[in-house]
């Protein structure tokens, strides 16, 4: 069975930094891009970040780009979202995504969301003080 598994959610205070993890299972990890996606409460999805499936080629929204860091250990079939400088607007429910294309043969250059085949359950990520 295919299973994505994210955790490390939590409540932070704005400024603050929090790394949240997924946990992939039923297929070659190592094959596949994978993306964050979140979405906060009223609102509709929000495309946090991609990475390829060699982990050398990173992409962000203007939103978040240098204060998240998406990054994966194949060995530990295990994706990663660092998060600095927090801010209030971050809260959401982060879900971890797996792309449904090959990053690489596609030219894939982070200027459209890239299409996500199979999604976690997502963690809850509060930014408040």
């Known amino acids: 069975e295919i299973q994505l598994v994210e955790s490390g959610g939590g409540m932070v205070q704005p400024g603050g930094s929090l790394r949240i993890s997924c946990a992939a299972s039923?297929?070659?990890?190592?094959?596949?891009?994978m993306s964050w996606v979140r979405q906060a409460p009223g609102a509709g999805t929000e495309w946090v970040s991609s990475?390829?499936?060699?982990?050398?080629?990173?992409y962000y929204p203007d939103s978040v780009k240098g204060r998240f860091t998406i990054s994966r250990d194949n060995a530990k079939n295990t994706l990663y979202l660092q998060m600095n400088s927090l801010k209030p607007e971050d809260t959401a429910l982060y879900y971890c995504a797996r792309v449904s294309f090959d990053m690489d043969k596609m030219n894939y250059d982070g200027s459209y969301i890239p299409l996500t085949d199979v999604w976690g359950q997502g963690t809850q990520v509060t930014v408040s003080s």
């Open positions: 990475i390829n499936s060699g982990g050398g080629k990173t």
């Open positions: 039923g297929f070659t990890f190592s094959n596949y891009g």
